[in-house]
């Protein structure tokens, strides 16, 4: 198992920035993708950017040129600028590992909420 703690998120204003950051623990030796998800209310969960090792990343339309995903071992960062409301929404960490019969397994944070103010 894989546990992920989140933090980082909060109330900016339009244009402002925030840091989100995810610790991943437990069975973490085969973890290959890190990324942050993100759902606002009354929409699916979507990607925001994701990260492979060693380093190759994915970003949403939606965010490229304002985001950047690291990882550093197991701790993920994703450093959001100039942000919108749109932005608006509750922002989950996840980890991707295969298990011991190669199916690769989903494993999510409990979410942090993020709010960018008009």
């Known amino acids: 198992q894989v546990q992920l703690v989140e933090s980082g998120g909060g109330l900016v204003q339009s244009g402002g920035s925030l840091r989100l950051s995810c610790t991943a623990s437990?069975?973490?030796?085969?973890?290959?993708?890190m990324g942050w998800y993100r759902q606002a209310p009354g929409k699916q969960r979507e990607l925001v950017a994701r990260?492979?090792?060693?380093?190759t990343t994915n970003y949403a339309d939606s965010v490229k040129g304002r985001c950047t995903i690291s990882r550093d071992k197991n701790t993920v960062v994703l450093q959001m600028n100039s942000l919108k409301p749109e932005d608006t929404a509750v922002y989950y960490c996840?980890?991707?590992?295969?298990?011991?019969?190669?199916?690769?397994?989903?494993?999510w944070g409990q979410g942090t909420q993020v709010t960018v103010s008009s």
């Open positions: 990260i492979d090792n060693p380093s």
């Open positions: 996840n980890a991707r590992r295969p298990d011991t019969s190669g199916i690769f397994r989903d494993f």
């Open positions: 437990g069975s973490t030796f085969s973890i290959y993708r």
